[in-house]
């Protein structure tokens, strides 16, 4: 599961009402500089360590399904 996160330079959070970054994260960036947005917003409150993670991974496994079925 490692892999798929390798290439993942940083997020791109939904900003609330006073232009700051809430904790829902709506897209990503390689470290080439190419974006993609997810297909639905993805939760990452918790835990770094011990949550984040897992979470992200079900948005990921999700954003993989979706888009292998919209083509």
């Known amino acids: ?3 798929l996160f ?3 330079a940083k997020l791109k959070f939904v900003d609330d009402a006073d232009g700051n ?3 829902e994260a709506v ?3 390689s470290k080439e ?3 993609v947005d ?3 917003p993805c939760d990452c409150s918790g835990q770094v360590k011990k949550n984040i ?3 992200f991974s079900r948005c990921f496994e999700s954003e ?3 888009s292998l079925q919209n083509g």
């Open 1 to 3: 599961m490692s892999k």
């Open 6 to 8: 390798d290439n993942m």
């Open 21 to 23: 970054p809430t904790k």
């Open 27 to 29: 897209g990503m960036y």
């Open 33 to 35: 500089g190419e974006y």
């Open 38 to 40: 997810f297909n639905k």
């Open 53 to 55: 993670w897992v979470y």
């Open 64 to 66: 993989i399904l979706f």
